[in-house]
């Protein structure tokens, strides 16, 4: 077994690869390049298909969602979940695609919900870099460059997390170290329920960003049951002029099959 120790926030790392799970089958079944991190939060034992490509960090896309939550409720340019933004009228389709089931005013939880960006940029111009800077530092959050001339540097940009700087972020959102109120984290956790069962719930968030001539497919978050607590990072990068229609479906598709071979989900 290979180990790979590392220090990042106060976390002491041991990746390791079980020789008896091929975790890399389910990124070969949809013949897409990536990688899944897992941190079995019991035992403190990280485990991922990709020791290397854990480390390396991309814009996070909408995964973002989860901290920018967290800073407008902060920050008070929002006062809850429920507070309504107000669409701006128009959006570059050619940046985001048509959605036009989005246009629209909503509230940050559906927002949230149906990850619709305009919202959140709305919310980034009232909050402001250097607000942005000023948590994200805190936080230890990715590289906190945001020297793009884009209200949006979460999709475009130099801005970028590694898959196990997610987690990390994770792991201080689920125990409420990092610098917002418990209130907030409340509420975000509640937000970011995608999935409840008789043994598990699994909260969490997607992102897709089409910078750069790639399409870098997210999807973040943890899994809470009884027996365990288990947080997961999964990326998906491929060139753009690659056609796989199923790309979107597939960053939840691998994680699943992935947490069902484990036994952390049924």
Request: glycine share 6%; with cysteine; net charge negative.
């Amino acid at each position: 077994m290979r180990k790979l120790v590392l220090v990042l926030l106060s976390i002491p790392i041991l990746f390791k690869v079980d020789a008896q799970q091929d975790i890399t089958q389910p990124f070969k079944d949809c013949g897409i390049e990536g990688s899944i991190t897992i941190y079995d939060y019991a035992t403190r034992q990280w485990i991922s298909s990709d020791m290397r490509d854990s480390q390396y960090p991309t814009l996070p896309a909408s995964t973002f969602k989860i901290i920018n939550s967290l800073i407008a409720l902060e920050s008070e340019v929002i006062t809850s979940e429920n507070e309504i933004i107000k669409w701006p009228g128009s959006i570059d389709t050619t940046k985001y695609g048509y959605r036009p089931d989005t246009y629209r005013d909503m509230s940050m939880k559906e927002a949230f919900e149906l990850s619709a960006g305009w919202a959140y940029i709305e919310l980034a111009k009232k909050i402001g870099k250097d607000t942005y800077k000023e948590f994200l530092t805190k936080c230890n959050y990715g590289n906190v460059d945001l020297s793009i001339d884009d209200d949006d540097f979460w999709n475009f940009g130099n801005f970028a997390i590694s898959p196990l700087n997610q987690i990390e972020i994770l792991i201080g959102v689920y125990e409420e170290t990092l610098p917002f109120s418990k209130e907030h984290f409340s509420t975000l956790k509640a937000i970011m329920i995608e999935e409840q069962t008789d043994t598990y719930t699994i909260r969490a968030k997607t992102g897709w960003t089409r910078d750069g001539g790639k399409d870098t497919g997210w999807w973040v978050g943890y899994v809470e049951r009884e027996e365990g607590l288990y947080f997961f990072a999964t990326r998906l990068i491929k060139d753009r002029s690659i056609s796989t229609p199923d790309f979107g479906k597939c960053r939840k598709k691998i994680t699943k099959a992935i947490l069902k071979q484990m036994k952390i989900i049924e």
